[in-house]
Antibody, heavy 112, light 113 residues
Framework: QVKLLQSGAALVKPGASVKMSCKAS????????VSWVKQSHGKSLEWIGE????????NFNEKFKGKATLTVDKSTSTAYMELSRLTSEDSAIYYC?????WGQGTLVTVSS | DIVMTQTPSSQAVSAGEKVTMSCKSS????????????LAWYQQKPGQSPKLLIY???TRESGVPDRFIGSGSGTDFTLTISSVQAEDLADYYC?????????FGAGTKLELK
């Protein structure tokens, strides 16, 4: 069955970067766009962007351009998202998603 | 960006009640090329990831109980739960995937009356 397994929670300092992973299994990784979604505490969902593993093509929410970088490793069927220049506004749960399937989320806490 | 407006923001319900919630988009989500509405509904329970319930406005995802019914077209959409069960208490979000950036509504929270 399809599974998206995300990396564990991260505590990072303001100004630093964090890279999280989303390991896919149960389907052909290169065939489907992987989306990333942000959920701040108690709030709604924000679509960050998506990547097509076969080509590395990406589409981004303008709000997250310069903040998020999306990459994949086809050899391990893993998608990555790196967030840079972190502030308290970046503290949130981040999900990877295929639409019908979602990872369990990665909690990022930005604090000194 | 397409703005998704969900109403109500919260609703108190009793088991067995019929529930409807609304999602309105600032632009039509009906793609003329295939006459499909690019609107999805998600359910999220506390501490869990969102779960896809409905896609293309009215197609139920596999395994979703048939008490969940999606309807609407263009800019006005509705999610109906024909007879609410206790396990349906959750947050519900609509999302458009008609144009970038894909956007979500603020959600409707179903609570126990």
């Amino acid at each position: 069955q399809v599974k998206l397994l995300q990396s564990g929670a991260a505590l990072v300092k303001p100004g630093a970067s964090v890279k999280m992973s989303c390991k896919a299994s149960g389907y052909t990784f290169t065939d489907y766009w992987v989306s990333w979604v942000k959920q701040s505490h108690g709030k709604s969902l924000e679509w960050i962007g998506e990547i097509y593993p076969n080509s590395g093509a990406t589409n981004f929410n303008e709000k997250f351009k310069g903040k998020a970088t999306l990459t994949v490793d086809k050899s391990t069927s893993t998608a990555y998202m790196e967030l840079s220049r972190l502030t308290s506004e970046d503290s949130a749960i981040y999900y990877c998603s295929l639409g019908a399937y979602w990872g369990q989320g990665t909690l990022v806490t930005v604090s000194s | 960006d397409i703005v998704m407006t969900q109403t109500p923001s919260s609703q108190a319900v009793s088991a067995g009640e019929k529930v409807t919630m609304s999602c309105k988009s600032s632009q039509s989500l009906l793609y003329s090329g295939d006459q499909k509405n690019y609107l999805a509904w998600y359910q999220q329970k506390p501490g869990q990831s969102p779960k896809l319930l409905i896609y293309l406005a009215s197609t139920r995802e596999s395994g979703v109980p048939d008490r969940f019914i999606g309807s609407g077209s263009g800019t006005d959409f509705t999610l109906t739960i024909s007879s609410v069960q206790a396990e349906d208490l959750a947050d519900y979000y609509c999302q458009q995937h008609y144009s970038y950036p894909y956007t979500f509504g603020a959600g409707t929270k179903l609570e126990l009356k």
